[in-house]
């Protein structure tokens, strides 16, 4: 099942698990913020992540268990570039400049 919602002016879209979790929160469940420039990924990045050792390539967990895709809003034109693809793999937080 999917669904999408909006809260105020940010879009969320909720997709459920097929298979039974025992916990609340998984990565089964993730929000997505497309962030406008590296200052407001470094602040949402700074504001919520929890558990180190979970993030990887923009995600990450918060102190409750949620995990978060902090994204550059324009995403799709940064992947363009020549391998940066790999180069974001490579990263947790992502880094605008070196992709």
Do not use: Y
Request: hydrophobic share 45%.
């Amino acid at each position: 099942m999917f669904g999408s919602f909006r809260v105020g002016e940010q879009q969320f879209s909720a997709m459920d698990s097929g298979v039974d979790q025992p916990e609340s929160f998984t990565n089964g469940l993730s929000l997505i913020v497309n962030a406008h420039g590296q200052d407001e990924i470094d602040l949402l990045w700074d504001a919520l992540s929890a558990v180190p050792e979970a993030e990887q390539c923009g995600w990450l967990v918060d102190a409750f268990g949620v995990s978060w895709q902090i994204v550059p809003d324009n995403m799709d034109e940064l992947m363009r570039h020549p391998d940066a693809f790999p180069r974001m793999l490579q990263m947790k937080k992502i880094v605008i400049a070196d992709l």
